[in-house]
């Protein structure tokens, strides 16, 4: 799959990632009768966190797979530093892992938001 191809696709699914939640509470309150309900917030922003966590773990697992690469890489390259490279990359391994779990916080937050 080109590069081009990849964006388009991210951006689809920011894009997507966006929207969900924002359906979930664009509908405001119609008198009795109307058609609308509470079930519909609930199933919107519980679709909106399974998808937020979904595209949170896509992207660490991504992100944490090609800095092992590189590091990999750059250890098989020059043995002798791989003290100096193991640490950056334990560092940066944690940092994309801390989004992936600010994501799953984000889900529950929405979740706590159906629930009320």
């Given at each position: 799959m080109s590069t081009s191809k990849k964006l388009?696709?991210?951006a689809l699914s920011a894009a997507a990632t966006i929207l969900v939640p924002?359906?979930?509470?664009?509908?405001?309150?119609?008198?009795?009768?109307?058609?609308?309900n509470g079930n519909d917030v609930k199933?919107?922003?519980?679709?909106?966190a399974g998808f937020a966590i979904g595209?949170?773990?896509?992207?660490?697992?991504?992100?944490?797979?090609?800095?092992?690469?590189?590091?990999l890489e750059g250890i098989s390259r020059n043995p002798g530093a791989a003290a100096r490279i193991q640490t950056?990359?334990?560092?940066?391994?944690?940092?994309i892992?801390?989004?992936v779990l600010l994501s799953f916080v984000i889900a529950f937050f929405l979740t706590?938001?159906?629930q009320k």
């Open positions: 388009g696709l991210m924002v359906a979930a509470f664009a509908q405001e309150h119609a008198a009795a009768g109307a058609g609308a199933m919107w922003a519980s679709a909106g595209l949170g773990v896509l992207g660490g697992t991504a992100g944490q797979g090609r800095a092992a690469a590189a590091a950056p990359m334990i560092l940066a391994l944690a940092l892992e801390s989004l706590g938001v159906a």
